[in-house]
């Protein structure tokens, strides 16, 4: 959501920009320390608290989201949010193909991460949002 935009779906509460902020360094770790263990830069025996951190850092992200707005699994970047979680479990279930999917739901979390928000915030579900 836009600074300053605000919508009667949208709920805030103070801190909350800095909570997710300080929630996306965190999964960040997560996601450094778990791409290590795939890469064989880290033992695999290390990697459950990378898991951890990467897996509680997204469901707490993904819960303030939905949250502040209920509407987000209907917009583009909460549909991407479901499709990294089927990617994910395809990861989990198939080693042979772990280090491709590794790359590919990186490359695509960032791009819908950092693309504008007209874009994140999409509405492919249900009645357009404005």
Known sequence: MAKGKATADFRDFPGRRWLIVALRAVHLVGLVGTGA???GSV????SMPFVMTLMLSGIAMLAI????APGYLAEV???AILLKLV???WLALDPP???PLFWAILVF???VAHAPAWVRHRRFIGAPKG
């Open 37 to 39: 263990v795939l890469l």
């Open 43 to 46: 033992p695999l025996a290390a």
């Open 65 to 68: 989201d939905l949250w502040a």
């Open 77 to 79: 970047a909460g549909g």
């Open 87 to 89: 990617l994910l479990g």
């Open 97 to 99: 193909r772990q280090l």
């Open 109 to 111: 979390s960032a791009v």
